[in-house]
């Protein structure tokens, strides 16, 4: 990277499970982490926006340690840069921050170090960071996706064509990941499983046929957490109850909460937030659309350079 190169790094939010397809179904949101990256003598991390100030601000930052952890699998140095970093991405609330974080990393990674990743490689890297590619496959190849991690081995297959908006009704208080899964049994039964493997299944079914309203009443009856997680979500149960009659099709908890996600009809998540915010006024409602795209990197100035 030579003086006055710059490029830039645009990562969509996400939201996990829709509730029955548990550490595999994800979706992506256009809500965006950003990075604005320029040639330095130093790493240096300038936050743009007031949540980013929490964080590190050299290479201690969790995203240019997943840089340099990328770099490092490839054998490559990584020549230091300065990051400005925004999100539009609520932390520790069920939208994918910190799967953002791995896949900006990752991108970072792939650009400065000419690595040539392509996006399976991607959501490999990312999806052994992570655990699961839930999160992190939405944010690298947007749309709804549906993966399986086993072992070292991540398969994954997206889809583009879906007729929904979402409304995210967002908690203005915190739930870590490690608090939600803590509430999580260690096993099911055989039984259980099977029946909860057959919501999952008619779930995806029902999404891909266009049949939004089979895919609500499968969102409402997952049995792999919502039913243990509900005690940290007192909220949703009205959101449930409510949603429907404002024209939602499903509600569910986004990833380990403790937002709520709605889809709907496009051109009805107005209506639905309006009707909530009758019942739950303290909560934020963020009206969003479906990410297409996944993640991007696009190139300023001195582009030959890359």
Same mark, same amino acid.
């Given at each position: ?24 179904v ?10 604005e990256?320029?040639n ?83 959501l ?24 399986c ?10 889809f ?48 891909l ?24 979500? +007192?909220? #949703? =149960?009205?959101?449930?109850? /409510?949603?429907?009659?404002? $024209?939602?099709?499903? %509600?569910?908890?986004?990833? &380990? ?8 009809k ?9 009707g909530?915010?009758?019942?739950? +006024?303290? #909560? =934020?409602?963020?009206?969003? /659309?479906?990410?297409?795209? $996944?993640?991007?990197? %696009?190139?300023?100035?001195? &582009?030959?350079?890359?």
């Open positions: 990277m030579t003086d006055g190169d710059m490029f830039i790094i645009k990562v969509p939010a996400s939201t996990a499970n829709l509730g029955p397809g548990f550490d595999s994800g979706m992506a949101l256009n809500l965006y982490l950003t990075l990256v320029e330095a003598d130093k790493w240096e991390v300038i936050p743009l926006t007031e949540e980013m100030e929490v964080f590190p601000r050299d290479e201690g930052n969790f995203i240019i340690q997943m840089a340099l952890k990328t770099a490092e699998k490839y054998n490559k140095i990584l020549p230091p840069a300065r990051v400005k970093v925004s999100s539009e991405i609520p932390l520790a609330r069920g939208l994918g921050s910190s799967a953002t974080a791995i896949v900006a990393g990752i991108e970072l990674a792939d650009t400065l170090g000419q690595l040539q990743l392509t996006k399976q490689d991607k490999e890297i990312a999806a052994e960071i992570e655990g699961h590619p839930d999160n992190v496959g939405p944010s690298i190849y947007g749309g709804l996706l549906i993966g991690q086993l072992g070292d081995s991540v398969d994954a297959v997206s583009y064509d879906l007729d929904l908006d979402v409304v995210a009704v967002v908690p203005r208080e915190e739930l870590l990941t490690k608090t939600s899964r803590g509430v999580l049994p260690e096993s099911i039964s055989f039984k259980e499983s099977v029946a909860a493997g057959a919501v999952a299944n008619v779930l995806v079914a029902s999404i046929s266009g049949n939004y309203e089979l895919a609500g009443k499968m969102m409402k009856a997952d049995r792999y957490h919502q039913p243990y997680r509900r005690q940290l979500v +007192p909220h #949703m =149960d009205i959101i449930e109850e /409510k949603a429907p009659l404002y $024209g939602a099709y499903g %509600v569910a908890l986004s990833g &380990a909460g403790p937002t709520i996600l709605c889809l709907v496009p051109g009805s998540a107005q209506s639905v937030a309006n909530l915010k009758e019942w739950l +006024p303290d #909560m =934020d409602y963020l009206i969003l /659309k479906i990410d297409k795209v $996944g993640s991007q990197v %696009v190139i300023e100035k001195n &582009a030959a350079a890359f």
